[in-house]
């Protein structure tokens, strides 16, 4: 679900992870005709939503960017009980000790090391690092090269830049935005708030 940049990642790592027989893509908005993507034709998503129902033999992967976006498609997928298994890239690295709850897109070369836990609908990017028993709540971006340092804890809907760094041991509110780059050294209580810099600093109150 979704035709935007991260569509591409998705197709990827399904086609090399070969367990499917049928890989179709919907469009969230209007549909553009003859769309199509790495060779795959996009569908209407409304019209699909309409006929699908539970016992189908279907899965749906969510690639969407924007966390707010993911989790009002992931709350409808939900709520029409499809199935939400999820996605990992077979380059990428996931302890035996790991956890992660549902539909989860866990991208090339990432790494989950050993006893992290990762809730439902995170986007854990290319090259993402999450180390021990680090904790990422539902509905979370960790960009490209971004690291979440052990026994730290991210909250809900948090947005973590490409190659921002939290450090070892911290909390992070739910709704937190860390601009790429960004080196987290301090907890961040006060959800809904943005910091950028090195050390990370807040810029941006309350959305």
């Not at 034709?41 to 279907?58: C, P, T």
């Not at 999820?86 to 006893?115: K, R, T, Y």
Request: charged share 20%; with cysteine.
């Amino acid at each position: 679900m979704g035709t935007g940049g991260h569509a591409r990642v998705v197709i990827s790592i399904l086609l090399s992870l070969r367990l499917y027989d049928r890989i179709e893509i919907f469009e969230l908005g209007e549909l553009r005709r003859g769309e199509q993507i790495l060779g795959f034709e996009v569908f209407s998503l409304a019209k699909k939503i309409k006929a699908s129902h539970s016992d189908q033999k279907e899965d749906f992967f969510l690639a969407i960017g924007c966390n707010k976006k993911r989790e009002t498609y992931w709350e409808l997928l939900k709520e029409k009980r499809l199935g939400t298994p999820n996605l990992i890239a077979p380059s990428s690295f996931v302890d035996p000790s790991a956890s992660l709850g549902e539909g989860n897109v866990v991208c090339p070369q990432a790494f989950l090391g050993p006893c992290s836990k990762v809730g439902n609908n995170n986007l854990i990017n290319t090259s993402a690092l999450l180390e021990h028993e680090s904790l990422v709540g539902n509905h979370c971006h960790m960009g490209p090269k971004s690291v979440l340092s052990g026994r730290s804890t991210l909250g809900n809907s948090c947005f973590i830049g490409v190659g921002a760094q939290i450090i070892d041991q911290l909390n992070v509110a739910s709704g937190t935005i860390i601009g790429a780059g960004g080196c987290l050294t301090k907890n961040i209580l006060d959800e809904n708030q943005t910091y950028a810099g090195v050390p990370a600093k807040m810029i941006k109150g309350s959305r």
